[in-house]
C-alpha cells in the first residue's frame, strides 16, 4: 500500500491544475509540506481556508482518527467543498462555513460556533484572503489559548510583505521559531516555544 503522506511532484502538478484555483490554491512545496507535518504530528488540526489541501490532508489522515478542523468563508468554495469531502467520503474532515468578521484591528473567522479542541498541535494557515483586513494576524490572537509549546503553523504566501508583517506582529502574543521554506514557493514553518 502506498504512504498517503508521499505525492510526487508530477500528480501535484495535475491536481493544482485540474483543481482549477490556480492563483489561490497551495503550491507543490507547501503541499507537501502539510503532508510531511500531518504524518509526523499527532492531536487536533486546524486549517484556515480550505482548498486542495484539505481534499489530499482529508484523504491522508482518513483512518488516522485524528480531529481535522477548517475554517471557509467563501459560500462557493465551502459548498464545492462540501461537496467534494462527499463525493471522497471524508468524514475525518470537519468543515465549518466561518464568514469573517470585524475583530479589533483584524477580520477572522467567525468560529463562535464551531466546536474547538483545547489545543491545535498543527495548523494550515492559507487564508483568509490577503486582501482581507489585517491579513492572517488573527490567527494567533484568536487561537492563542490552543497554542501549546510545539504547536506547528504552516503559514502559506510569506513571500509577501503581508504575510512577513503579520509573523512580526504574532512575536507579541507568542515566543517561536521561524524557518522559511524555499525560494519559489515560500512559506514559513513556526514552532511554539515554551
Same mark, same amino acid.
Given at each position: 500500500?502506498?504512504?498517503?503522506?508521499?505525492?510526487?511532484?508530477?500528480?501535484?502538478?495535475?491536481?493544482?491544475?485540474?483543481?482549477?484555483?490556480?492563483?489561490?490554491?497551495?503550491?507543490?512545496?507547501?503541499?507537501?509540506?502539510?503532508? #510531511?507535518?500531518?504524518?509526523?504530528?499527532? /492531536?487536533?488540526?486546524?486549517?484556515?481556508?480550505?482548498?486542495?489541501?484539505?481534499?489530499?490532508? /482529508?484523504?491522508?489522515?482518513?483512518?488516522? &482518527?485524528?480531529?481535522?478542523?477548517?475554517?471557509?468563508?467563501?459560500?462557493?468554495?465551502?459548498?464545492?467543498?462540501?461537496?467534494?469531502?462527499?463525493?471522497? #467520503?471524508?468524514?475525518?474532515?470537519?468543515?465549518?462555513?466561518?464568514?469573517?468578521?470585524?475583530?479589533? &484591528?483584524?477580520?477572522?473567522?467567525?468560529? !463562535?460556533?464551531?466546536?474547538? +479542541?483545547? !489545543?491545535? %498541535?498543527?495548523?494550515?494557515?492559507? &487564508? +483568509?484572503?490577503? #486582501?482581507?483586513?489585517? /491579513?492572517?494576524?488573527?490567527?494567533?490572537?484568536?487561537?492563542?489559548?490552543?497554542?501549546? +509549546?510545539?504547536?506547528?503553523?504552516?503559514?502559506?504566501?510569506?513571500?509577501?510583505?503581508?504575510?512577513?508583517?503579520?509573523?512580526?506582529?504574532?512575536? %507579541?502574543?507568542?515566543?517561536?521559531?521561524?524557518?522559511?521554506?524555499?525560494? #519559489?514557493?515560500?512559506?514559513?514553518?513556526?514552532?511554539?516555544?515554551?
Amino acid at each position: 500500500m502506498e504512504d498517503p503522506f508521499t505525492v510526487s511532484d508530477e500528480l501535484l502538478k495535475k491536481l493544482i491544475v485540474g483543481w482549477s484555483n490556480q492563483g489561490y490554491s497551495g503550491q507543490i512545496t507547501y503541499l507537501k509540506t502539510c503532508l #510531511q507535518f500531518a504524518k509526523t504530528n499527532s /492531536g487536533s488540526y486546524l486549517e484556515c481556508g480550505s482548498g486542495l489541501s484539505t481534499l489530499l490532508l /482529508g484523504i491522508a489522515l482518513k483512518k488516522s &482518527g485524528v480531529n481535522y478542523i477548517a475554517f471557509e468563508n467563501n459560500d462557493f468554495w465551502f459548498n464545492k467543498m462540501k461537496e467534494v469531502l462527499f463525493k471522497f #467520503q471524508l468524514k475525518n474532515v470537519n468543515l465549518y462555513h466561518t464568514p469573517l468578521v470585524q475583530k479589533e &484591528g483584524y477580520d477572522w473567522y467567525d468560529h !463562535t460556533n464551531v466546536p474547538l +479542541p483545547e !489545543t491545535f %498541535s498543527l495548523i494550515i494557515c492559507d &487564508g +483568509p484572503p490577503g #486582501q482581507t483586513k489585517g /491579513g492572517r494576524l488573527g490567527l494567533v490572537p484568536e487561537m492563542n489559548s490552543k497554542l501549546l +509549546p510545539g504547536t506547528v503553523i504552516l503559514l502559506d504566501d510569506t513571500v509577501r510583505e503581508e504575510e512577513r508583517s503579520v509573523i512580526e506582529k504574532w512575536k %507579541s502574543y507568542k515566543k517561536f521559531t521561524v524557518l522559511f521554506n524555499d525560494l #519559489q514557493d515560500q512559506h514559513a514553518i513556526i514552532t511554539i516555544q515554551a
